[in-house]
């Protein structure tokens, strides 16, 4: 666990309508503990996974798999991190950081500044991150890639400059009690899927979020599930 990336207990209420349910330790897992869950969707159960698992990829996007393959399973790439990124107002922000694919950073060379280190002393491991494209929703290009920060394409840069711009997230518990991502590049839009079809290997796209029901069609539920607890029924919050 790394010190530089908790948050307060009192940030779970991030713009959703109703506390975070008390009993699911998996969204008090992703946002305060900073263990790796994985992110099931309320329709149909599928989990999101990176296209490619290859630490050295950073031009693919991300999918939503209804398979827990053997492959995706050694390369971690069913688990994510919500790793905590600093505030917008009184917003907090966070990164979606895949666990497949993290690299362990070199020391750094004589003048160069530490990237940090956690308890333990030990560098804080760079993660690949889902980056939004600097005009979703508004074309059809692929509108979010997973890569590192400095290594994500130009049209998946933020406009000042900065990276990170296109990397921040706003995580807004559901009355569901799932969570859903809001871009802060473009508030009015949500992660999703292209031609808001939730299908098996569907591809995440960022779409304006123009209401309707949890079950998928519009507003996108995520239930944080840790390893252990896959074949819980992802809907018992309704119980």
């Known amino acids: 666990m790394y010190t530089q990336e908790r948050t307060a207990m009192t940030n779970l209420v991030v713009g959703g309508p109703v506390a975070v349910n008390s009993y699911d330790n998996a969204i008090v897992a992703a946002l ?6 994985m992110l099931v969707h309320a329709f149909n159960g599928g989990y999101l996974r990176p296209v490619e ?6 031009d693919k996007g991300v999918q939503l798999a209804t398979a827990l393959d053997s492959a995706t399973k050694e390369a971690k790439g069913h688990l994510w991190h919500i ?3 600093g505030f917008f107002g009184q917003r907090p922000l966070y990164f979606i950081e895949s666990a497949a694919g993290q690299v362990t950073p070199k020391p750094p060379a004589a003048g160069q500044a530490d990237a940090g280190r956690g308890d333990d002393g030990t560098p804080k491991p760079q993660r ?3 980056t939004v494209h600097r005009d979703a929703p508004k074309s059809t290009c692929d509108t979010v890639q997973l890569g590192l920060p400095d290594k994500v394409g130009d049209n998946w840069r933020g406009k000042n400059g900065a990276p990170e711009d296109t ?3 706003v995580v807004t518990v559901t009355p569901w009690g799932g969570i ?4 802060i590049t473009h508030p009015d839009a949500i992660l999703g899927f292209k031609d808001h079809a939730v299908t098996a290997n569907g591809e995440v796209r960022v779409t304006y979020n123009w209401g309707g029901d949890f079950t998928g ?4 539920t995520f239930y944080p599930r840790l390893p252990n607890e896959w ?3 992802y809907h018992h919050v309704f119980t």
């Not at 698992?53 to 950073?58: A, G, I, M, N, Q």
């Open 32 to 37: 305060v503990e900073n263990r790796p869950v």
């Open 217 to 220: 069609t519009v507003i996108n």
């Open 180 to 183: 859903t991502f809001v871009p």
């Open 128 to 130: 690949r991150r889902i």
């Open 83 to 85: 790793t905590p990124a």
């Open 53 to 58: 698992l290859k630490e050295e990829s950073h």
């Open 231 to 233: 074949d819980v029924p």
């Open 167 to 169: 990397q921040l997230w």
